[in-house]
């Protein structure tokens, strides 16, 4: 079977196209469908408040509470993968879609799914596992969106550090569709609580970043109690060879759905890096913003921790900024970026999970505080300057240990980044000198007082004039020298970065995760037996001890997976793990918020409770 695909937002498209890269090697039967499609980025994310006509979905024969709420949401028209996927899946096919968050997967997967729902059955029809708590509450609120006018249909969200019994309470009033992560489905799967023995779906989203977490062994458990009769839908934004695996393992005759994101016109964005140890890296930022800011910026950090560290330094200098991360709610993450696209505020800090999809044409600047995890993070972080049709700048942050992955991202962006020196004083002077000149010339031209006022304040002139017997020039000095607020004007000296850099820590502190690896290694060599943790934890890390290790067959993924899903923190950033016989150590950024900490408490991996403590520096 073969579709051919009608684009409404621009995008091109190659339908039907048979070079779908997870294609090629695939057992798809000669029935199955394998779709390639091109688009940018951020497609159909341009919402109407008025409702709208969702004449576009119309020909898939949605119910008309469907074509409503989707009307409600202002959906029109469907996206590439929506107008691809929707066919399969109301045919009950199983499907592989490797699209990326903002090309409308989700949708595409719970559109045909409320579509073909039993509502007099009250036990879980569709089940959807996500890696984290915010994209499980992110899916469990699109569900109910559009299914906001089916009346007896109910969604659940299942999740990590949310109350246990509550979410019985929720599973036992009747849920047709339940979203969570693995963990925690797991855990109500083995107490009984969740009875999937009705399921007629199973989505995996993001199954790549479920792989990632560590959470593979756990999805493959559910995949294992499923009814033999299901219908499996898999997304994934790559195809890591495991993923590939599982599809082929467990899909049948899957249909094949390709959307090439490219970068946002990686052509328009000129892209830098610096390098600088981690130690000076706030103020290498600081230095960066008043050498480079000009418009919208935003700088992504790998943890909520640095969002606010990062954040609470700038605030301390006078900008005014922004904080997106996975504890800002939905409604605030929209005022934020409202604010941001008025202009009302003009740096954001973010993690990559909080700036999915986003989309803000005044972006002039993305700096890469902390590097991205890979190539195609790094496309999509620089692809949120350069729209709509402007130029924009991109800068990189790299500790000297970073220098070796700057390779990977100039292939994944597919040009050189060029180098740069973290601003030097008489750089920054020179652009302190530009700004005021443009204020006061963007004063002069266009002012933000009434008439009133703007009599009162050259009445205000002539008086003081008048009294000092000044010359207006002098005047003007006084008045500019007031726009300072006390702040000098110029950095003294010519103490460039270079030389705090020559006289800072020799030693980078940065983390160095093939380090870990090799620590891990040789622990294993040794039988993963050592009783002692391996040296004290980096500098800006902290040391804990959790209750399990090789006797109840923990891996450093489990740990990870788990943790990163209770504290929103990225993978990337949870430190060295050392397993042995009955406990382990994790090294975690310091600065956990309490409640942070006692979510961990409560945390259950393998369905074991972990029981993290914090260890005293006499404890390592
Ligand atoms: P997703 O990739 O599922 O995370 O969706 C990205 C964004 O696009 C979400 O804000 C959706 O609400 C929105 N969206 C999805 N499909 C459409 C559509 N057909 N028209 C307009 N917006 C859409």
Known sequence: ???????????????????????????????????????????????????????????FGFAP????????????????????????????????????????????????????????????????????????????????????????????????GADFRDQIHQLKRGAQIVVGTPGRVMDHMRQGTLDLSGLRALVLDEADEMLRMG???????????????????????????????????????????????????????????????????????????????????????RTKAITLTVAESLEAHGYDVAVLNG??????????????????????VATDVAARGLDVDRIGLVINYDIPFD????????????????SGEAILFLTPRERRFLGGLERAAGKPIEPMEVPDNATINQHRLDRLRQRLTGALQQSHCSDAERALLSEILQRVAQEQGCAPEQLALAALELSLAGKPLLLQGNDDFSTVRAHGPGRDRDRDRDGQGRERG???????????????????MERFRVELGWRDRVKPGNLVGAIANETGLDGRSIGRIQIFDTHSTVDLPKGMPEEV????????????????????????
């Not at 469907?66 to 899946?89: D, F």
């Open 1 to 59: 079977m073969t579709s051919l695909i009608e684009p409404n937002d621009g995008a091109v498209v190659n339908g039907p196209a048979v070079d779908a890269p997870c294609a090629s090697d695939s057992n798809a039967s000669d029935t199955g469908t394998r779709t390639a499609i091109d688009i940018e980025t951020a497609v159909a994310t341009e919402l109407e408040t008025a409702p709208v006509e969702a004449s576009g979905f119309a020909h």
């Open 65 to 160: 509470e469907i074509l409503e709420a989707l009307a409600t949401v202002g959906y029109r028209e469907p996206s590439p993968i929506q107008q691809a996927a929707i066919p399969e899946l109301l045919l009950g096919r199983d499907l592989v879609g490797q699209a990326q968050t903002g090309t409308g997967k989700t949708a595409a997967f719970a559109l045909p799914m409320l579509a073909r729902l039993d509502p007099d059955q009250r036990t879980p029809q569709v089940l959807v596992l996500a890696p984290t708590r915010e994209l499980a509450l992110q899916v469990a609120d699109a569900f109910n969106s559009y299914a906001a006018r089916l009346s007896r249909v109910r969604t659940v969200a299942v999740y990590g």
């Open 215 to 301: 959470f593979i062994d756990d999805v493959e458990w559910v995949l294992e109690q499923l009814p033999e009769q299901r219908q499996v839908v898999l997304f994934s934004a790559t195809m890591p060879a495991e993923i590939r695996r599982i599809s082929q393992q467990y899909l049948s005759s899957p249909a094949e759905i390709t959307i090439r994101t490219k970068a946002a016109d990686a052509g328009r964005i000129r892209q830098r890096y610096l390098t600088v140890p981690a130690p000076h890296k706030l103020t290498a930022l600081e230095r960066v913003l008043e050498s480079e800011g000009g418009e919208g910026v935003i700088i992504f950090a």
């Open 327 to 348: 504890d800002v709610p939905q409604a605030q993450r929209e005022r934020t970026i409202e604010r941001l696209k008025s202009g009302q505020v003009d740096i954001l």
């Open 375 to 390: 190539g195609e993070a790094y496309v999509h972080r620089i692809g949120r300057t350069g729209r709509a049709g402007r």
């Open 522 to 540: 040789r622990q294993l060599r040794r039988g993963g037996r050592e009783e002692r943790p391996q040296g004290p934890p980096e500098d800006d």
């Open 597 to 620: 900490f006692t979510s961990l408490r409560e945390l259950r991996v393998l369905s074991k409770p972990l029981q993290i403590s914090r260890l005293r520096n006499t404890d390592r």
